[in-house]
């Protein structure tokens, strides 16, 4: 129904910047709530940030608040992670996520249950 794409991902020194993208494809007039979530090796899949449909509420992981800016183009049918100010706590696989479910409160969308859509991930490592 729906295919997710992410891009962007690399290696980098501490301190710099990626832009990630995340590109929609199939039946995407239904996809409301899009997050991007990372998995570390050794530990489970975490929150990062996430976007309703508008863009009117935006939500981040304490670990990222200020360094990152999620932001979505509905035309285009492409979501962004800007990261900055990278860290190697921040190497991870990083996978862009989709909800095209309603009925959920704001707050579950830190979580990963109401995202149905997920991308295969890219890679991103920070060196010191």
């Known amino acids: 129904q729906v295919q997710l794409v992410e891009s962007g991902g690399g290696l980098v020194q501490a301190g710099g910047s990626l832009r990630l993208s995340c590109v929609a494809s199939g039946r995407t007039s239904s996809l409301y709530t899009m997050g991007w979530f990372r998995q570390a090796p050794g530990k489970e899949r975490e929150f990062v940030a996430t976007i309703s449909w508008t863009g009117g509420r935006v939500y981040y992981a304490d670990s990222v608040k200020g360094r990152f800016t999620i932001s979505r183009d509905n035309a285009k049918n492409t979501g962004f992670l800007q990261m900055n100010s990278l860290i190697p706590e921040d190497t991870a696989v990083y996978y862009c996520?989709?909800?095209?479910?309603?009925?959920?409160?704001?707050?579950?969308?830190?979580?990963?249950?109401?995202?149905?859509?997920w991308g295969q991930g890219t890679q991103v490592t920070v060196s010191s």
């Open positions: 996520a989709a909800s095209s479910l309603l009925g959920y409160a704001s707050r579950s969308y830190s979580q990963k249950s109401p995202y149905n859509y």
